[in-house]
Structure formats: C-alpha cells, structure tokens
C-alpha cells in the first residue's frame, strides 16, 4: 500500500541524524507545479515589461511620424486649396477675355455672337465659385473628381475663346485689307474743275455725263495711289491721253487720265500714298489736270464719297 508520507531525517554539522520528518507525498509535485507556474508568470511578466519597454522607446518616433504625416497632409490641403484658387482665377480671366472679346465685335462691326452665350456653356453662367476649405472636407476621390471636371471645363472654354479670336483676327485681317484697297486719299492737290455727274462738255457745250472728278493743279505734280492695288494699264488710251488704271480688289477700280509721264508699269504692284505718274495735259484736255474716275464692280462712282483727306 502507497504511504501517504514520506519520511525526512534531518542531520547535524556531524552527519548525526537528529530529527525525523514527515512530509505528505502529494506536496512535492504540488511545490513542483507552484514552481512551474510561478517560473512562467515571471517569464510572461519579463516578456511583458520587454515590449513595453520597446513600445515606450518608440512613442516617439511615432509622434515624429505622426507629426510628419499632419504636416505633409497640411501642405498638400493647402496645395489643393491654392489649385483651387488658381483655377478660379484663369476661369474669371477666361470670363474677361470673353467679355472683352464681345467689345471688339462691337467696336469693329463684327459678326456678334449670341448675347446668351457663355464662356463655360451655353446657357451657362458665370463660373461657380469653389471654396477651398469645403472641398477640402470632401471626400478625395469627389474632390479630384471635381477638379477634373473644372480642369476639362477649362480647356473646352479655351480652346473656344481661341477659335473666338481667330474668327476676330480673320474678320479684322479681311476689313484691314478691304480698308487698303479702299481710294480714301486724293491722288493730287488742286482745284476741282469738273465733279460727278451730268456737265456741259467744254468742248461740245452738250449735256454729258461726267464719270469722274477733274482736279487742275501745275503740270508734274505728283500723282498718288489713293489704295494698294496692282497696276493694270499703264499706256496711252484715245481721248484719255496717258492713262493708269489700279486694280484695288474687292471690286474697286481707280483711272488716271491726262497723264504727262508714266511712273509704273503694268503688273507692278503699288501701295496707298506712292507716286504713280505725273499731271499732264495729254488726249482731249483743256489745260494740265488730272482726270480721276473710281468704279466700283464696273460702274463709276463719285470719288468725292471715299476721300477722308
């Protein structure tokens, strides 16, 4: 039968045993597994102080990021809210370009656009004012997503406004050019002997009509080209004496009759103020003058209606 006890001498310095003991079987393993136990919560306990430890001594590195990473998103709220602003600028100074590009249209007589036309849409209004700090709440992929929408709304208003101005420039460069080849300067200074229209002829005394202007001024005084145009006659002609004729384009024609000496010649090309011949008193002529005709797609008109000089 298994004993309950075990039994424990105890012996003095001498080896002498003294006393006898009785300790209960069951302690022994019991002290063993206090043991045990106590030795794994002193493990755990270590361990825990050890990462504790280590957390401790990484607060703050942490902090550091963290305070990083707060001013890295700090800089880049205020990137966007900048963006923003710059994108609400260039959309005002598109809205000015396109207001600006209506003054010209009614300054230079243009061809108007519709009064109700936008910039950023027909129909549309003037662009919508963006708040930066309420976009920067927003959720980021809506607020890239609004940005998108107003970068693309953008380009199509720019792209619009240069076609717009390229239209201004070639309706310009069109009036530039007709206002070129338009005789608005008198091609000599004199006295007007002779005006547009219905005349007793000095030579016939009968009732003619007069396609021109007779302008007397001293023989050899300078004639000048009223417009730019190309020189197509430059030769004698019957009763008209020496004469030149200009091609100015757009339907216009200018004649110069009576002519002394012939300064340019046919397929020369002139520009308005430069001398072309001299006054004489060729053909069928009274005196020395300049016999001065403008028509306008074949019919003669009164030249006194072009001059701005």
Same mark, same amino acid.
């Given at each position: ?6 039994? /424990? ?25 206090l ?19 280590? !957390?401790? %001594? ?12 707060? @001013? ?8 966007? !809210?900048a ?18 590009? %209506? ?5 230079a ?12 849409g ?5 662009? @919508? @004012? ?6 920067? @709440? ?7 997503? &609004? ?13 619009d ?5 390229a239209?201004?420039?070639? %309706? ?7 206002? !070129? ?9 004199g006295?007007? &002997? ?9 030579? &016939? ?14 023989a050899?005084t ?11 006659y ?8 020496n ?9 216009m ?9 012939l ?6 090309? /002139?520009?308005?103020?430069? &001398?072309?011949?001299? /006054? ?13 005709? /403008? ?14 000089n």
């Amino acid at each position: 039968m298994l004993k309950k006890k075990l039994t /424990v001498w105890i012996f003095d310095a001498t080896g002498t045993p003294v006393q006898k003991a009785s300790i209960p079987r069951l302690l022994l393993p019991m002290g063993m597994l206090l043991f045990i136990g106590a030795a794994i919560m002193v493990y755990l306990g270590i361990t825990d102080y050890l990462r504790l430890k280590d !957390a401790t %001594q990484s607060i703050p590195n942490l902090r550091a990021n963290l305070q990083t990473q707060a @001013e890295l998103v700090d800089h880049q709220q205020n990137q966007i !809210a900048a963006f923003t602003l710059k994108i609400e600028q260039l959309k005002g100074q598109l809205a000015d370009l396109h207001d600006f590009e %209506q003054k010209i249209r009614v300054i230079a007589n243009l061809d108007p656009k519709d009064s109700g036309e936008s910039i950023f849409g027909v129909g549309g209004s003037d662009p @919508e @004012e963006i708040d930066p700090t309420t976009m920067i @709440e927003q959720d980021y992929q809506d607020l890239i997503r &609004t940005m998108h929408d107003e970068i693309n709304e953008m380009d199509h208003a720019s792209h619009d406004q240069q076609n717009a101005f390229a239209s201004i420039f070639s %309706q310009l460069e069109g009036k530039r050019n007709l206002l !070129a080849a338009t005789p608005s300067i008198r091609p000599v200074k004199g006295w007007i &002997t002779s005006r547009f229209g219905r005349r007793q002829s000095p030579f &016939t005394s009968r009732s003619e009509f007069h396609r021109g202007l007779d302008i007397a001024t001293r023989a050899g005084t300078p004639i000048l080209a009223p417009a730019d145009g190309l020189v197509t006659y430059s030769a004698r002609k019957g009763l008209m004496g020496n004469m030149v004729t200009i091609d100015h384009g757009y339907g216009m024609v200018t004649r110069y009759g009576h002519i002394q000496t012939l300064l340019k010649k046919k397929g020369q090309r /002139v520009k308005r103020g430069e &001398t072309i011949a001299l /006054v004489g008193n060729t053909g069928r002529s009274t005196g020395p003058h300049l016999h001065y005709e /403008v028509r306008l797609n074949g019919v003669a008109v009164n030249p006194m209606n072009y001059f701005l000089n």
